[in-house]
Nanobody, 116 residues
């Protein structure tokens, strides 16, 4: 069973930065894709950014230019660098991994709160 563990959430003021980290129980390169999703209260879970095995990345329009997803080979993690944070970025952020065959795995989530 694959385990994904997120870390790095917290409270930050508008305009600030946070970096989220997703640690996997096996090589991150063994997955077809990994990504970050978020869910705000009363809203559906939405894709924030993902990265496929080739390294190609994809971002939600709302975070383009502010967020960066990348792989840290040394730590075997997928990171989400979040800059210029806005109150509307407040949500629980989840890490997802997808197998080549389509099996999905999810982390437990980490809270990000953007507030003054």
């Amino acid at each position: 069973q694959v385990q994904l563990v997120e870390s790095g959430g917290g409270l930050v003021q508008p305009g600030g930065s946070l970096r989220l980290s997703c640690a996997a129980s096996r090589s991150i390169f063994s997955f077809a894709a990994m990504g970050w999703y978020r869910q705000a209260p009363g809203k559906q879970r939405e894709l924030v950014a993902d990265i496929v095995s080739s390294g190609t990345t994809n971002y939600a329009n709302s975070v383009k230019g502010r967020f960066t997803i990348f792989r840290d080979n040394a730590k075997n993690t997928v990171e989400l660098q979040m800059n210029s944070l806005k109150p509307e970025d407040t949500a629980v952020y989840y890490c997802q991994a997808i197998e080549q065959g389509g099996q999905e795995y999810w982390g437990q989530g980490t809270q990000v709160t953007v507030s003054s």
